[in-house]
Nanobody, 117 residues
Framework: QVQLVESGGGLVQPGGSLRLSCAAS????????MGWYRQAPGKQRELVAT???????NYADSVKGRSTISRDNAKNTVYLQMNGLKPEDTAVYYC???????????WGQGTQVTISS
C-alpha cells in the first residue's frame, strides 16, 4: 500500500504563488507516476498535472505555463509550483499515485487551495 500526504494549501491572493507537496510512504517502489488533481465545489475532479518516474510531465491546459510539477525520488515527494493564481484555481487539490500492482492507484486526503482577495 502507498500512503500520500499533501501539504502546502491555503489562502492566496490572485496573482500569487503556492507550492504543494505530496509525500509518499509505504510500497513506494510500485509507483510509476504521480500527479495532482483538483475538485472545485459542484464540479468533477480534474487533472492538473502528472509526472512519470522518468520525469515526463503533462499539464492541463488551464494551468499550462503557470504551473510546474516536479518530483524528488529520493524523498518520494512530488511538488506542484503554481504561479499567477486565479480565483478559478480554487479547489481541493488531491495527490495521486499510479501503481504497478493492485490497487493500481492511491489518493491523498486533499488540501484546500483558495484564491481570493
Amino acid at each position: 500500500q502507498v500512503q500520500l500526504v499533501e501539504s502546502g494549501g491555503g489562502l492566496v491572493q490572485p496573482g500569487g504563488s503556492l507550492r504543494l507537496s505530496c509525500a509518499a510512504s509505504g510500497t513506494t517502489f510500485s509507483i510509476t507516476a504521480m500527479g495532482w488533481y483538483r475538485q472545485a465545489p459542484g464540479k468533477q475532479r480534474e487533472l492538473v498535472a502528472t509526472i512519470t518516474s522518468g520525469g515526463s510531465t503533462n499539464y492541463a491546459d488551464s494551468v499550462k505555463g503557470r504551473s510546474t510539477i516536479s518530483r524528488d525520488n529520493a524523498k518520494n515527494t512530488v511538488y506542484l509550483q503554481m504561479n499567477g493564481l486565479k480565483p478559478e484555481d480554487t479547489a481541493v487539490y488531491y495527490c495521486n499515485a499510479r501503481l504497478l500492482t493492485p490497487p493500481w492507484g492511491s489518493w491523498g486526503q486533499g488540501t484546500q487551495v483558495t484564491i481570493s482577495s
